[in-house]
């Protein structure tokens, strides 16, 4: 007989017989004879497609791959609807990494049968392994309304979700899930959904317990490096950055999180190679894009630092916000003559004062420039570049070209010395009259301005500011000077505890609001003879006005210094820094005595700015 035909019916009986004794011994793991009776049946007839289906599944098995595809793709040629012989092929295309092949494969099982568990759940997680979050999130929410409960979806959907930025919905996902059954993968998952929203002590009890049952997650050691850095803990997070790095030297994010420990830590040369291993193992990464190009600008390198600063609208850790227009993008100085820009903020206020130092140089170049405006910045902006057009909704915009404010460095900064000394903000002038009349009035001598804290509290930020007055004993505690409030939402009893505490003169305008109101700020601000603060917004807001500012800062963490002692946009601010490893005693003694000095000198005598642990020359 012709084995193309098709059995006659006592064959095909004989056959049936034989396909139940093989199925049998299939089911109960008696493989290789259940493989002899399936090839037997095929020798007869080679059309049998369930046959080929079982052989192929039974191959899938035992480790037969090749053998397996050939005849699962013989079962789908024979018959194209075969929703189960598609999805076990499929299955072997992912085991031999053919991941476009496979999701060809799950696509068309569940163009048969849509309902299909197991075709979901690989195309899903083939979608999540391929970084395309938003088709990992569609595909797992079918699988899971079709298993409600199961627990890995779940969290295959938390970390969609998570890696899509949508945070707070991930989270509503994992902390049931963690209450229901903990595992160290939920932990870990939770522990990096926290750290990317720098709530840094949940995420480091999580992170902890993540690693207490699986000491071994790479991802998870890296975050957990990378959130000691964040909470100051330099030296365990190098330790736990220099094992990451000596057991997966390959790995470009293990590379740059050691590369910012040192950074943190002052060694530039070495931060350097290390990012520079970094983005040779992965130039297209942008939070290690973004992360080089912070460090390239601490270490003065600003040309490469600007240009590789754009990763900072894709980067997820420390993520900037973009917005998008109808019109393009100014692509460079050239296209300034023939064009109205737009200028958009993307940062906070005090990062909007910092570009808006190079807004002179946009004004005088482009054919026409608009601003879009946080409120409480606008009338300030309006009087400082009363050439530009001030908007505050970008419906209003007229322009055809737009611009991110943290581009502006880029196109006009290339060195330290193109960097102006002149300040770039205006006061009211008749406020400032005013303001000047009520500062007399406070009290005798210098009126200095004192700010110490911040109005956004993280541990991360604790690091930078002052919990309260009490730390700044020594400089409240000087004669001849009327401290002024430049503290927005201070804290009325905190002000009551340093006057008793040191006998000091504070002075805090509650009619002003230093938060909302920085224009009536400005004109209050102009009158100071020093501002004395951490790095606020209204630290920068006086020096951007020209008013004296010392400023404490943590060293080596902010590019702002862009390799020198300064910085360049705050001619008249002088950063007064301390070390990781050190508190801010010397800092402030050191801002004391110099405070004690203009005093007796008549004159303002600034502060030394380095710590005495300073290493580098």
């Excluded at 903000?425 to 301005?449: C, H, I, N, S, Y």
Aim: hydrophobic content about 45%.
């Amino acid at each position: 007989m012709n084995p193309t035909q098709t059995p006659p019916a006592s064959s095909q009986q004989a056959l049936q017989q034989l396909l139940a004794q093989a199925l049998q011994l299939h089911q109960s793991g008696q493989f290789e004879p259940a493989k002899s009776l399936y090839r037997r049946i095929l020798s007869q007839d080679k059309r049998q497609v369930d046959v080929l289906f079982l052989l192929g599944v039974l191959c899938a098995q035992t480790g037969a791959l090749d053998e397996a595809e050939r005849l699962l793709s013989k079962a789908v040629e024979l018959r194209p609807a075969f929703p189960d012989a598609l999805y076990n092929l499929g299955t072997i295309h992912l085991q031999k990494k053919r991941p476009a092949k496979a999701e060809d494969a799950f696509r068309n099982c569940l163009a048969h049968q849509p309902q299909h568990a197991g075709a979901l759940w690989n195309l899903a997680s083939l979608q999540l392994d391929l970084g395309r979050y938003g088709e990992a999130e569609s595909a797992f929410r079918s699988f899971l309304r079709l298993q409600p409960g199961n627990l890995d979806a779940l969290h295959s959907l938390a970390m969609s979700l998570s890696a899509l930025r949508r945070y707070g919905e991930a989270k509503e996902i994992v902390l049931p899930l963690l209450a229901r059954h903990p595992t160290a993968k939920s932990q870990a998952l939770l522990g990096h959904i926290l750290f990317i929203e720098s709530d840094y002590d949940k995420a480091e009890t999580h992170l902890q317990a993540a690693l207490a049952e699986i000491p071994d997650l790479l991802e998870t050691k890296t975050t957990y490096s990378g959130l000691l850095r964040r909470l100051g803990r330099l030296d365990q997070a190098l330790i736990l950055a220099d094992e990451l790095a000596r057991d997966h030297p390959k790995d470009a994010t293990v590379r740059m999180n050691r590369s910012l420990c040192l950074k943190d830590l002052g060694r530039y040369d070495e931060a350097i190679a290390e990012a520079d291993a970094a983005f040779a193992l992965d130039s297209k990464n942008p939070d290690l894009r973004r992360s080089r190009a912070q460090l390239l600008l601490q270490a003065g390198r600003l040309e490469e630092g600007w240009r590789e600063n754009e990763a900072r609208f894709h980067a997820i850790v420390d993520a900037t916000k973009s917005m998008s227009f109808p019109f393009p993008k100014l692509q460079g100085l050239a296209e300034l003559n023939d064009h109205t820009v737009l200028v958009w903020p993307e940062q906070g206020i005090g990062d909007n004062i910092t570009y808006a130092s190079a807004l002179p140089d946009l004004i005088e170049r482009a054919k026409s420039v608009e601003i879009l405006a946080a409120p409480k910045l606008a009338p300030l902006f309006a009087r400082s570049f009363p050439k530009a057009r001030i908007i505050l909704n970008a419906a209003e915009s007229r322009a055809d070209r737009h611009l991110p404010m943290g581009d502006l460095f880029g196109l006009f900064r290339p060195s330290i010395g193109s960097f102006p000394k002149q300040p770039f903000l205006q006061a009211d002038t008749a406020a400032a009259l005013a303001w000047r009349k009520r500062l007399d009035e406070a009290g005798p001598g210098l009126k200095v301005g004192i700010g110490w804290r911040s109005t956004l509290v993280n541990k991360n930020r604790e690091l930078h500011f002052f919990p309260s007055l009490m730390p700044l004993g020594p400089i409240l505690s000087q004669p001849g000077v009327t401290f002024i409030v430049t503290q927005p939402k201070a804290d009325q009893a905190q002000i009551e505890e340093a006057r008793r505490a040191f006998g000091c003169k504070i002075v805090h305008f509650d009619d002003l609001d230093l938060f909302d109101d920085l224009d009536n700020s400005a004109a209050m601000m102009s009158g100071l003879d020093l501002v004395i603060s951490n790095g606020s917004t209204n630290a920068f807001l006086a020096a951007a006005l020209g008013v004296p500012a010392w400023m404490f800062f943590l060293a080596d963490y902010h590019w702002d210094c862009l390799g020198g002692e300064t910085i360049p946009w705050l001619a008249s601010l002088t950063p007064v820094e301390r070390l990781w490893q050190e508190g801010w005693d010397n800092a402030v003694r050191r801002t004391a005595d110099a405070l004690q000095a203009s005093v007796a000198q008549g004159r303002l005598m600034s502060p030394v700015k380095r710590s005495p642990l300073r290493l580098r020359p």
